[in-house]
């Protein structure tokens, strides 16, 4: 079993940056895959960036060239930097991990831009 905890979340203002960081309760060397989803009320989870084999990046249309994922190996973390925010990235932000056929998800931050 494998817990994520994410951090970073907050209130900022349009154009400002944060950096989101989700940790891993234990070891997951080499995960499938980690990610960013973000919810907003009524609406389901949409996958916001993602990261295969350690290497291979996507992004959603929306954050594309503003977001950055990272995983970090040897401190077991993913990192979302996220620049040049917008009030349409107001959400709960979830980090998810795929490792060993399981699924693992964080319990979400809140992110706020106001304009």
């Known amino acids: 079993q494998v817990q994520l905890v994410e951090s970073g979340g907050g209130l900022v203002q349009a154009g400002e940056s944060l950096r989101l960081a989700c940790a891993a309760s234990r070891s997951i060397y080499s995960p499938t895959a980690m990610g960013w989803f973000r919810q907003t009320p009524g609406n389901e989870r949409e996958l916001v960036a993602g990261?295969?084999?350690?290497?291979?990046?996507k992004y959603a249309d929306s954050v594309r060239g503003r977001f950055t994922i990272s995983w970090n190996n040897a401190k077991n973390e993913l990192y979302l930097q996220m620049n040049d925010l917008k009030p349409d990235d107001t959400a709960v932000y979830f980090c998810?991990?795929?490792?060993?056929?399981?699924?693992?998800w964080g319990q979400g931050t809140q992110v706020t831009v106001s304009s």
């Open positions: 990261i295969y084999g350690g290497r291979t990046t």
């Open positions: 998810k991990g795929v490792y060993r056929g399981h699924d693992f």
